[in-house]
């Protein structure tokens, strides 16, 4: 039995040495110490040893186990190593091959828009001011010559706060108060930029949430030729030195005279087409003088003071730039848009 049980590790060792692949390792252990392999198989014959003999056998019998195991784990790592070689060498990786750039970020069309705006305002003199986005009744409305019940209010569908006092800005008007309020006595140049809010159906030309870009100028001497060069300087820059504009009469609460102004056509060069409605204008702000009224308000005396304020949706004014046809786009998160900017 001794002499069997070396001649079957010795076998054992030869076969596991000539093994080439993890399959024939499996194999190999499934033949020599499987449940039914030939080295487990001879414990079943210590019965026909002289009860002397069987602790000696059982021991060697162990021992030989120990050994074939250590051997296969050894050879099983050897071949591991030689298969990831084989891999390594059919699979060459070149690292001589420029890397691929991951994706970065960019600024979104509208923060874009706001900033070439601010940027052009900025080069005329206007400072950025800030305006909270949650405001008073007063400061969104009475402030702005429009008291309780004005007709002006029913044009702006308002979200209010559980306080009926408190409530989403309407127009980033409402920070004008603020900015008048803090430099007063000093002249005013300011442009308010922010997020406003209205009860209004989604639609390709409307949305519940819009930018503004507000211009503010108080002082002394200021007059509608130095609102009209303004603007007129503005677009000239944002659309093209070529572009021309012309100023309607219009009407708002807190300015009075009240404008809109109009670029001519970028599509159709003012000759009239789908974007434009055959007129060959597009509207892009409205404007006018600080209504009185308003001066007051902020801590000027109107009889010594005056100034002009305008205001423009970035997002408008985007689409006009970009031949855009739907609003909602801006809001849509699809990459696809995105990255064209």
């Not at 639609?203 to 108080?218: D, K, N, P, W």
């Not at 010594?304 to 970009?322: K, N, Q, T, V």
Request: aromatic share 10%.
């Amino acid at each position: 039995m001794f002499e069997q049980l070396e001649k079957h590790a010795a076998t054992a060792r030869d076969n596991l040495a000539k093994a080439t692949s993890v399959d024939d390792l499996e194999n190999w252990w499934r033949q020599t110490l499987g449940r039914k392999g030939e080295v487990q198989l001879l414990s079943r014959g210590m019965g026909e040893l002289a009860a002397a003999d069987r602790p000696a056998y059982g021991k060697r019998l162990n021992e030989v186990k120990g050994e074939l195991e250590a051997a296969f784990e050894e050879r099983k790592a050897e071949l591991k190593q030689l298969e990831l070689a084989h891999k390594l060498d059919a699979e060459a990786i070149d690292v001589t091959l420029p890397g691929r750039r991951p994706a970065a970020g960019t600024l979104h069309p509208s923060t874009r828009i706001m900033r070439d705006m601010c940027r052009i305002f900025g080069d005329m003199g206007f400072q950025i001011y800030r305006s909270p986005d949650v405001v008073t009744d007063r400061f969104n409305f009475e402030y702005l010559n429009m008291p309780p019940e004005h007709p002006a209010r029913d044009m702006q569908d308002t979200f209010y706060t559980t306080d009926p006092n408190v409530l989403l800005r309407t127009h980033t008007s409402a920070g004008q108060i603020m900015a008048m309020r803090e430099y007063c006595p000093e002249p005013i140049r300011v442009v308010l930029p922010g997020m406003c809010y209205r009860n209004e159906q989604i639609t390709a030309r409307s949305e519940i949430q819009f930018h503004q870009i507000e211009g503010l100028a108080v002082g002394r001497n200021i007059t509608f030729a130095d609102l009209k060069g303004t603007l007129i300087e503005f677009a000239r820059r944002y659309f093209g030195a070529d572009r021309e504009t012309r100023f309607r009469a219009s009407y708002f609460p807190f300015t009075e005279p009240s404008a809109e102004m109009d670029i001519s056509c970028m599509l159709c060069a003012g000759k009239g087409c789908r974007v434009c409605k055959k007129t060959g204008w597009l509207e892009i702000l409205g404007c006018g003088m600080v209504h009185p009224t308003v001066l007051r308000y902020g801590g000027y005396d109107p009889e010594e003071w005056s100034g002009f304020a305008f205001g423009s949706g970035p997002e408008r004014i985007g689409m006009l730039r970009y031949g855009m046809t739907d609003i909602r786009y801006f809001w849509g998160n699809d990459v696809r848009f995105l990255e064209q900017f």
